[in-house]
């Protein structure tokens, strides 16, 4: 019988080990969880893109946007763990989202296994050119003497930028009309038409219209300024404290995904966040790489689960 099980242990690690030398041998699925057109989409496709060189397989970008990024995370969860069907990870469907609904169909610590982190992006509040406001404090003020005059997009309920618009209204005193749409993509749209007034965003999202003047940016969420707009302040700087939000991008899979695939992806992953052509290409999204492996990314996420459960609770915002 010991004979027996050590050969049936040694003919595992050998079928484990020939997965891992033979994966991927066909096209593999990255579901970005939001719309077209905004910046988790962006990140997405620009590790896509990279992984597909690499691995020397199509790497598919499948957008399936809704309910704060839940349905793609879903979709993914209930996905065969083969290492085939992948979730570009976000702050909002891992560590924000669970603690919002009360029917989420998804369990982030059980459903995942965390692969690697990817890229990092600051967060800004941007507003509409005919937004009055042209600084932080301008923006509070009018808020204080028209309220209900300013309405705040936002990738939908429980997005990053819907709770770092919170976050902000919590720390400053005032109050913004909440406009949820489906991505960030819309939610800029309708920033770009005056439909509404304020969006904090990822800067990739929103960079090239800072730059063509059609927006304006009043600060950024972060502790230090953005390499791409170094005249721009933190909302500290500008008076807002303690409101720093980074949004952060990685990559899941379906758990009781092979930990011999898990590796390979989060070893190339890695290595794809730290070449020199991707660190520029991120850079001129506004964006900065952010390697992690597998163990970093459950960390953060389970850091950032309690950072948001206390704002949350703060804010007085109700779970649906």
């Given at each position: ?61 499948e957008n399936k946007p809704g309910a704060g990024g839940s349905i793609g ?248």
């Open positions: 019988m010991r004979r027996l099980m050590a050969a049936a242990a040694i003919a595992m690690g050998i079928c484990l080990n020939a997965t891992a030398q033979t994966y991927p041998s066909r096209p593999v699925t990255l579901v970005v969880p939001f719309a077209p057109g905004g910046t988790v989409n962006l990140m997405g496709r620009l590790l896509a893109t990279r992984l597909s060189e690499v691995l020397g397989q199509p790497v598919i970008v995370a879903n979709f993914v969860a209930k996905a065969a763990p083969d290492g085939y069907t992948l979730l570009l990870a976000t702050m909002g469907q891992q560590s924000i989202q669970p603690l919002l609904s009360k029917d989420l169909p998804y369990d982030p610590a059980r459903d995942f296994a965390p692969v690697a982190l990817f890229s990092t992006v600051p967060n800004v509040l941007a507003v509409a050119a005919s937004t009055p406001a042209r600084t932080v404090a301008e923006l509070v003020d009018y808020a204080r003497r028209n309220p209900g005059k300013l309405n705040m997009a936002s990738a939908g309920i429980g997005s990053v930028n819907h709770l770092t618009g919170e976050l902000f209204m919590l720390r400053s005193g005032v109050q913004f009309a909440h406009v949820p749409y489906r991505g960030a993509g819309p939610a800029t749209a309708d920033l770009l038409s005056g439909q509404v007034q304020i969006l904090f965003a990822n800067l990739p999202n929103v960079l090239p219209y800072i730059k063509a003047g059609q927006l304006r940016v009043l600060a950024v969420a972060s502790e230090t300024r953005s390499p791409a707009l170094p005249d721009v302040p933190t909302l500290a700087e500008a008076g807002v404290k303690d409101a720093v939000v980074e949004s952060w991008y990685g990559v899941m899979a379906p758990a009781r995904t092979s930990p011999e695939v898990i590796r390979k992806l989060q070893d190339t992953i890695i290595a794809i966040a730290k070449e020199k052509a991707m660190i520029a290409h991120l850079a001129d999204q506004g964006a900065l790489p952010y390697p992690g492996t597998s163990a970093d990314l459950a960390k953060l996420s389970e850091q950032e689960t309690r950072r948001w459960t206390g704002i949350i609770q703060g804010a007085h915002i109700q779970a649906n």
